[in-house]
Structure formats: structure tokens, C-alpha cells
């Protein structure tokens, strides 16, 4: 039996088997996202204990700067370690892992006394964090059905920015609660030990991936655990000959065929995972956040109470834009969520810039920020859902480690040199720069990012081939396609055709045999394969 899965249930109620695959299957997403309420959380609590720290640290700006920044630049370093550790030991343990080191880390900070200390610990965190980030999202788009994937793979953006509403929350009131600074943030950053702990307890109601299982040949185990997911045999069978076909068509799986691609696929997906990852921190978000009072301080307000007071809208804001993205990523698409969140970031990047050149005030600094964050949360989402849709299992963990990496690095490099470049540029003229670098990020999602809704992960990466993968869902559009060009069609059981489905077809030299029904998913190829 596999470790946190019942056995397979043999015939019996249907209704029952498909109840109890939806419950694993929530299990797994409320879990995984849990480990993002990390990241959410040290970033809103930075607002308030970075203050704090300084008081009570006596830290330089260059000192604040490296404890703001650290973490997510080891982060980044760290995830190619956690995409090759999630290879070899699986993704349910490497979680646990994460977890473990995270609340290391938090315990580390709380305990320090000077820089020094404090820095030891934020690089302890940065670790975990790097390996949640990669695990989190691996484990979750290989576990959740393709017609659900882009909502619950988000649940974990979602999930960190509750992480990052609550550090505020909890900033604010632990602020005015208590009279001194080293209290204060002690407190704030000792609260982030508890959410890993749970993690770790809960990871024993889990099941281990079944892609990750068949490609490192436990198919009895990953069959199992495929049963416990998807009740259908039929459709379970289906899927296993999918993952099958697309591992054995892997030559070797090394971080030299990330990032050194040969297929038409892998630059690509190479192109696309590291365009997103770099794509959704050039704009200064998480900077933002992180000193948020210093913002505030610069648009007029003194007082750090009404500074952390004031952050709490732009957290509800940045969540908002999540709630509202996320449930649209399944019907409406992953392209025109970054489209229409990478261009409103743009424009209220300028009304914030103009909001300091010009003056306007306090009011219009918040209303600026936080459009901003919600708009960022529009389109934030996909740079964490879509490097883990292009790749295939065997590079999968790699792949998305690649893409933290530099997500991270990115991140922490613009946090590290915030308050240099306000110095330098002005307050206005930063956010004029990340206006023009949303800009032309945004030209990138419109010409480059290809759509994934609805396609399983297979057929990503047949898209990204040069393959188009198209929903057939009826009679007339069959027609439609059999009277166009010539094509190749796979043919599945699945939807009613009628006589038309009388055929044999072919599909990269393989015959299948065409019965009356064919399934809603057709694949047209075109171009180069």
C-alpha cells in the first residue's frame, strides 16, 4: 500500500470512490498551498518587523537592504537543489523538508542578537522557502485533474497572499500592542514557526505522486494511488498509457536539457517558464511590499503604526485581484489574465510615479499601490502554474527549480537595491522604470506565451512540439476539421461522433483504431513535429 493512501477501492459505489478521490486530491491542495502562506508571511511581516530590527539592531540601510533581499535570493540558489532533491526522494517528503528548515530558520531569527545571527537565520528560511516553492507547485499540477489545474495549482498563490494580508495583520496589532521594538518583532517573525509544523503532521494523510512514481518505476504503487484519483479505469487507464508514452520518449533528464534544449519543445518551454518567472518580479512587487511604510513615509505619513495601518489596503487589494484571477484561469484562459494584468500594471505604475513627481498625496500613493498590487495579482498566478504545465515528469522538478530560481533571484535583487535605487533615481522615477519594464513585459505575454487552459500535461507539451491541440466536442466540428486541411487525428473513447468516427487514424505513426466514438480532444498537427 502506498504510505497516506487507503487501497483502491474494487468495484463498489462509484459515487463513493469519486468522493473519496476529490477529498485526497483537496487534501493534497490545501497542504501544498500552506507551504506559500510561508513566503506570504515573511513578506507582509518584513513590513513591520523591518522597522523594528533596525531599531533594535542598530542595522544599516546596506544591513536592511541584505535582511529584506537574502531570503529570496538564496531561495533562488537553493531551488535547483530542492527541483533535483524532489527528483530523487519524491515530492511528498521534499515538502516536508521544506517545512522543517523554514521553522529552523524562523526559530534561528527569533534567537538572534546581531546582524550576524539574524542573517544565519533569514538564510535558513530562504532555503525552506526555495524548496516550497519548487515542490509546492510540482506536486499540485501532477496530482489535480487538467479541467481544474489552473484554479487549484493558484490556490497556492492565493494561499500566499493570505500569507501576506495576515503578516500585516498580525504586524499592525503585535506594533501597537507592545512597547518595545525587540519584543515586537520577535514576536512577529516567532509566529511563522507553527504553519510549517502542521505541514509536516499533515503530510502523512498524503499520497505521493503518480507521475513521479511511474518514472521512477513503482507502477504498482503510482497505478494504486492513480485509482485513488481518478475511479474511472477506463479514463485511469488512459491517463497511465499518457504518462508512460511520454516518459519513455525521454532521453536523459539533466539540468543540461533545461537548460541547454535541443526540441522544438524544450526551448520553448525553457523560453516561456523563464519569460514568466522573470516576467512577474521585474515590476518591483514584493520590493514594494517589503517597504511599504518606507513608501508610506515618503508619501506623508510619520508614523509607523499608521504606515503598517495604511499597508493593510493594499494587502486586501493584492488578494483581491487574486480571488478574482484565479477562478477565471479555467474559462477564460492563462493569456488573457497576463495580458490584462501586465498592461494595467503599467498604467498604475505611471499614476503611482506621478503620484510622488506631481505630489498628489497620501491618498493617491494607496490608491496607486494598491491598483498596482491588484493588477500584478491578475496576471501573478501563472508565472507559478505554467513552468510546472510545460515540461514533461522527468524534468518537471528541474525545470520548475530553474524557474524559481531566477523568479527568486529577481525578486531578491530589486529588495536588495530598493531604497539604493529610490536614493538614486527618486521615489518617482523608480516606478517609472517599473512601469516601463511592465510595458514591455506585457508585449512578451502577447507574443510568446501560448494557452494551456484545459490541456492536459501532455498535451502541453505536444503543443509546444508545434502541435495544435484543439476541443472538438460534437458532430459539426469534427466535419469542420475533416473538411479543412489534412489531418491526423487521435482518437480516444469519449464523445458520440457518429458514422464520420468510422476510421483509422494516425498519430505520429501510431494506428489506432477508430470506433463510433472519438473523444473530445483532436489533435491537429501543424508545422514542425
Not at 24 to 53: E, H, K, Q, W
Not at 214 to 227: I, W
Amino acid at each position: 500500500m502506498v504510505d497516506g493512501a487507503a487501497p483502491a477501492i474494487e468495484g463498489g459505489n462509484l459515487a463513493l470512490q469519486e468522493r473519496e478521490a476529490k477529498s485526497l486530491i483537496y487534501r493534497t491542495v490545501i497542504f501544498c498551498s500552506m507551504t506559500s502562506m510561508l513566503l506570504g508571511y515573511d513578506v507582509g511581516i518584513m513590513a513591520g518587523a523591518l522597522p523594528n530590527m533596525t531599531e533594535d539592531l542598530d542595522l544599516s540601510t546596506t544591513e536592511e537592504e541584505i535582511i529584506a533581499g537574502s531570503l529570496n535570493i538564496v531561495a533562488g540558489l537553493c531551488a535547483v537543489v530542492a527541483g533535483y532533491t524532489a527528483d530523487k526522494i519524491g515530492r511528498r517528503w521534499a515538502l516536508g523538508i521544506a517545512c522543517l528548515v523554514f521553522a529552523l530558520g524562523a526559530a534561528v531569527m527569533v534567537s538572534a542578537i546581531n546582524f550576524g545571527i539574524l542573517f544565519v537565520g533569514r538564510i535558513i528560511t530562504g532555503i525552506g522557502v526555495g524548496f516550497g516553492l519548487v515542490i509546492a507547485p510540482l506536486y499540485l499540477s501532477e496530482v489535480v485533474p487538467p479541467e481544474k489545474r489552473g484554479f487549484l495549482v493558484c490556490l497556492f498563490d492565493v494561499v500566499l497572499n493570505v500569507g501576506i494580508l495576515e503578516g500585516y495583520i498580525v504586524g499592525y496589532i503585535v506594533h501597537s500592542s507592545m512597547s518595545t521594538a525587540s519584543g515586537r518583532w520577535r514576536v512577529m517573525i516567532g509566529v511563522a514557526i507553527l504553519p510549517p509544523l502542521i505541514i509536516i503532521m499533515g503530510l502523512r494523510y498524503l499520497s505521493e505522486s503518480p507521475r513521479w512514481l511511474y518514472y521512477v518505476g513503482r507502477d504498482a504503487q503510482a497505478k494504486e494511488v492513480l485509482l485513488k484519483m481518478i475511479p474511472d479505469q477506463a479514463r485511469a487507464t488512459q491517463v497511465e498509457e499518457d504518462i508512460k508514452e511520454v516518459i519513455a520518449a525521454e532521453v536523459s533528464n539533466s539540468y543540461k536539457d533545461v537548460l541547454c534544449p535541443e526540441t522544438r519543445a524544450l526551448k520553448n518551454a525553457l523560453h516561456i517558464s523563464l519569460g514568466l518567472a522573470i516576467g512577474q518580479q521585474i515590476t518591483g512587487s514584493e520590493a514594494v511590499i517589503y517597504y511599504t511604510p518606507e513608501i508610506m513615509k515618503q508619501a506623508g505619513i510619520t508614523n509607523l503604526s499608521d504606515q503598517l495601518l495604511w499597508a493593510l489596503p493594499v494587502g486586501v487589494a493584492k488578494l483581491a485581484g487574486e480571488l478574482i484571477s484565479v477562478p477565471l484561469l479555467d474559462n477564460q484562459g492563462r493569456r488573457p489574465m497576463l495580458i490584462i494584468g501586465g498592461s494595467m500594471q503599467a498604467v498604475t505604475l505611471l499614476l503611482l510615479a506621478s503620484s510622488f513627481v506631481a505630489k498628489w498625496g497620501f491618498t493617491a500613493t494607496i490608491v496607486s499601490v494598491s491598483l498596482f498590487m491588484f493588477f500584478f495579482e491578475v496576471a501573478a498566478p501563472i508565472s507559478w502554474l505554467m513552468p510546472s504545465e510545460v515540461y514533461s515528469t522527468g524534468k518537471r522538478g528541474k525545470a520548475q527549480s530553474v524557474a524559481v530560481t531566477v523568479n527568486r533571484i529577481v525578486s531578491g535583487t530589486i529588495a536588495v537595491s530598493f531604497l539604493s535605487l529610490t536614493k538614486s533615481l527618486s521615489v518617482g522615477g523608480t516606478f517609472y522604470l517599473f512601469a516601463a519594464l511592465a510595458f514591455f513585459t506585457t508585449v512578451w505575454y502577447y507574443t510568446t506565451v501560448p494557452e494551456t487552459m484545459g490541456l492536459t500535461l501532455e498535451e502541453v507539451t505536444q503543443v509546444l512540439a508545434g502541435t495544435k491541440v484543439m476541443k472538438v466536442t460534437n458532430k459539426e466540428g469534427y466535419d469542420n476539421l475533416r473538411n479543412g486541411p489534412e489531418l491526423k487525428l487521435e482518437a480516444e473513447p469519449g464523445d458520440e461522433l457518429g458514422e464520420e468516427a468510422e476510421l483509422n487514424v494516425k498519430v505520429n505513426d501510431v494506428k489506432v483504431n477508430g470506433e463510433s466514438r472519438l473523444s473530445s480532444h483532436l489533435v491537429l498537427h501543424e508545422g514542425e513535429h
